[in-house]
């Protein structure tokens, strides 16, 4: 049996050795690797290329659908809140982390302007209004209009189709 979490940190491993960050994951259903990523910020400078990320783009490509139900997805740390909001949405059986914040931070800081994991989920709770990123909401009829059009175009229906069935 293949152990997903040591292939986790090996390829975690082989990115820090390579020039890249400490970060990867690994996406299994029924005992197959679907997909995998190392972290590849540092290398494409794209701040959205974390190993969560990479992954499940390959995986939901590889399968056709958005919805990665039936999968267990093995990460280094625990997922920072953009990675955690796409774990959420396609929702795997589950995720298993490998080491915490509190775990890796003696070793690995991720300092930026609005963003330090040790408050950024606070952040979630605030209003918009109230957040250290200055957000505003500016209403925009047409871009209501937006969504009633796709309900029209779906028979009325606001629900995404082919949500597959869970427990």
């Known amino acids: 049996m293949t152990d997903f979490a040591q292939r986790t940190i090996d390829l975690a491993r082989r990115n820090v050795a390579d020039g890249g960050r400490p970060f990867a994951t690994v996406i299994v259903r029924n005992g197959d690797v679907l997909a995998e990523s190392a972290n590849q910020v540092a290398q494409t400078h794209d701040p959205t290329a974390h190993a969560e990320i990479l992954a499940i783009r390959k995986a939901c490509t590889r399968l056709g659908t958005e919805h990665l139900v039936g999968a ?61 990123m200055p957000m505003r909401h500016e ?16 028979g009325g229906d606001r629900h995404v189709a082919d949500v597959p069935e869970t427990d």
């Open 72 to 132: 267990t997805i093995y990460v280094l740390a625990h997922p920072c809140p953009m990675c955690l909001g796409a774990l959420y949405y396609c929702s795997p059986d589950e995720v298993v982390f490998l080491t915490t914040r509190e775990e890796y931070e003696p070793h690995y800081v991720d300092d930026r302007k609005y963003f330090e994991l040790s408050t950024f989920y606070d952040e979630f709770s605030k209003s918009a209004e109230d957040r250290r």
């Open 139 to 154: 209403r925009r009829e047409d871009a209501l209009r937006v969504y009633a059009e796709w309900q029209e175009r779906n």
